[in-house]
């Protein structure tokens, strides 16, 4: 008899569809008992090797299976116990509504040679994969245990992931498990502590709060502290073949009205203006890099009228429904060896950009540029199969056209122009004009969320010649202050610094909204394919948090997740074997109590922060 491969998907829609690859269309579907979504999918199919034709059951679960919490008798709040929950014991159970799929899986265990794990591969799915790994050891501790590698789920692709299985990472579960670990301790410490010491204030503070971040208050401050300051500068403007050239001032500007004065009146005296420098050079606009999980946040929060976390849902549902490439990824470089123009004529179809496509078969392909990452999982974000836009949703159509359009994009050659310069000498000071001519525009005919515009061609100038200027004035005006942080500014400083990761920042920042940390607003349109881009207003709780925190005077502020950004550091250093779980749970415990200590103690300065401006009792809000 043949023997049983159990496998095992991170959600219901990838099972399916691993299912009907593995099986050729010829399978027998089960309902489970309990759960209405998570299905059996029975089919024979061939591994290979040691293998050999096999009876597969194909099943899923629905993200983790198992949950962290404290025993009953820590359920209680009271700050004179908020400290003893850094040495408290944890305990991990099963899921009261995952209790049904746990049980299918070790009930489909019992009979099986070997266990396929096929959940994302990333580092919460590969601890997904030990919890589903746990319940099939409980059906049968003799089982084999493999985890199919895989980042799309085009045919071909998940029949080489079935017949190349590999181990399960431990190094990765241990890692995301000491991530669960801390953010229950530290989570339920600071909450609990920070809610029923400021529910003691009353009004608006008797809810339950965490700590927010500190960027979008940061750039709230520099705004309202701003104070605008005049400044001068000179510009000079001459016709020449019916065209008005403007020369700007090497200088820039300066603050000093009076200098700018004496600098314009021997510009008048000298009268002529001589061409010291002429510059005539192509130019390019270079194409895109390969698309990473950030960059999608980024520009999809900009340009595709959702915030980040609802781009990250679509592009999850297209990936999970097989016509994009895993979408939380590091990588901006495709590898060598992949097969480029097979998915570029998957895309000729397309009336929109269907051409293109052909255009990039019939000669005009370029190899993408890449970029400094590899996260060694997965390759950038990008089309596996073509779908007609007509048959998507209005937010599924916007993400898969973007990600098609940016992938042509890194198929195509640089935008390509001519640039020219030319610098005069004008009573002793330095003015220049600059002139573009975008000659061919490459990438730019797929990619319209670039932009790169010709603008007035410079008329004739020859370096030496001497001429009137036409027309010279002191232009004024005042600094203007930055802009509240958007969404897109957000997410690359939390990149910068590295808090979070691509797949949780957009979480983080839905966090903070969700906690009434701050609020936002929309802000105009944009340029390209139009929309708009929210920007984040901190509310006064969000303002008084932060405050109240940096008052405190820790070495690292809780107000600023800098401390999330060593555990993210030390994460990694779990991934590649360098420091144990123990060791790393441990040290982040010992910087955080001293930090809870140093709040305790310090606890009036949070209290003042949150009187002043929630409650407004004294003080400039």
């Keep these: 008899m043949a023997p049983k491969i159990l496998c095992v998907a991170e959600k219901p829609s990838i099972a399916k569809s691993v299912a009907q690859h593995l099986s050729g269309g010829h399978v027998h579907t089960r309902n489970i008992p309990g759960n209405q979504y998570v299905k059996n999918y029975e089919f024979d199919f061939s591994f290979g090797n040691a293998w050999g034709n096999c009876l597969v059951t194909m099943t899923s679960v629905l993200g983790h299976l198992t949950a962290t919490d404290f025993p009953p008798q820590y359920k209680k709040w009271q700050i004179s116990t908020c400290q003893q929950l850094f040495d408290a014991p944890v305990i991990t159970n099963v899921d009261k509504d995952k209790e049904s799929i746990a049980r299918n899986i070790s009930q489909q265990a019992r ?13 919460e799915g590969e601890h997904i994969g030990s919890e589903v790994r746990q319940a099939a050891l409980e059906g049968n501790p003799r089982l084999d245990i493999k985890r199919a590698v895989f980042n799309n789920t085009e045919r071909a692709h998940v029949l080489r992931a079935a017949q190349n299985p590999v181990p399960l ?11 669960i670990e801390l953010d229950l301790r530290l989570g339920v410490v600071f909450t609990r502590f920070q809610t029923l010491t400021l529910q003691q204030l009353g009004g608006d503070l008797a809810n339950d709060r965490v700590i927010s971040y500190g960027f979008v208050v940061d750039r709230y401050f520099r705004v309202k502290n701003f104070v605008p300051e005049k400044f001068w500068s000179i510009k000079v403007m001459h016709r020449r073949e019916e065209i008005d050239v403007t020369f700007l001032w090497r200088r820039h500007r300066l603050f000093d009205r009076m200098s700018v004065i004496i ?5 008048l005296a000298a009268r002529l203006s001589k061409v010291i420098k002429l510059d005539k050079k192509p130019t390019s606009k270079w194409k895109p890099l390969p698309l990473t999980t950030v960059e999608l946040q980024k520009l999809g929060s900009r340009f595709l009228r959702m915030d980040s976390q609802r781009v990250m849902k679509i592009a999850e549902d297209l990936y999970n429904k097989g016509w994009i490439s895993y979408p939380r990824t590091e990588t901006d470089q495709f590898d060598r060896a992949m097969d480029l123009k097979r998915l570029i004529e998957k895309q000729t179809q397309d009336h929109a950009w269907g051409p293109h496509a052909s255009e990039l078969l019939n ?8 970029g400094r990452n590899n996260d060694q999982a997965h390759p950038p974000i990008h089309p596996v199969n073509y779908v007609a836009l007509g048959s998507l949703g209005d937010d599924e159509r916007r993400v898969y056209e973007f990600v098609v359009r940016r992938f042509l994009a890194c198929c195509s050659e640089d935008a390509k122009g001519e640039s020219t310069s030319v610098d005069i000498e004008y009573g002793s000071e330095v003015f220049s004009a600059h002139g573009l001519l975008v000659l061919q525009k490459n990438y730019l005919l797929v990619y319209p969320y670039d932009k790169w515009e010709s603008s007035q061609q410079l008329p004739h100038f020859t370096v030496g010649e001497i001429f009137e200027p036409t027309e010279a004035n002191i232009t004024e005006g005042e600094t203007s202050p930055p802009g509240y942080l958007t969404e897109p500014e957000l997410i690359s400083l939390m990149d910068a610094n590295g808090i979070g990761t691509d797949a949780t920042m957009a979480e983080h920042i839905a966090k903070i909204k969700e906690r009434e940390y701050v609020m936002t607003q929309t802000r105009g349109n944009n340029a390209g394919r139009g929309g708009s881009v929210q920007h984040f207003i901190p509310t006064t709780l969000g303002v008084a948090l932060i405050e109240g925190y940096d008052s405190i005077g820790l070495d690292t502020s809780l107000g600023k997740p800098f401390l999330r950004k ?12 360098r420091k144990s779980r123990n060791d790393f749970v441990q040290e982040t415990l010992e910087k955080y109590r001293d930090a809870f200590v140093r709040t305790q103690q310090q606890v009036e300065l949070l209290k003042a922060a949150c009187r002043k401006y929630v409650l407004g009792e004294g003080g400039d809000t």
Excluded: H
């Design 111 to 123: 009979y099986a040679k070997a266990l396929f794990i096929w959940t994302d591969c990333d580092r």
């Design 566 to 577: 060593e555990m993210e550091i030390k994460m990694k250093e779990i991934c590649a074997g």
């Design 263 to 267: 600098f314009f009146e021997r510009c």
């Design 363 to 370: 000669g005009a392909f370029r190899q993408p540029r890449g």
């Design 169 to 179: 990472d431990d190094r990765q579960v241990n890692a995301v498990s000491a991530r």
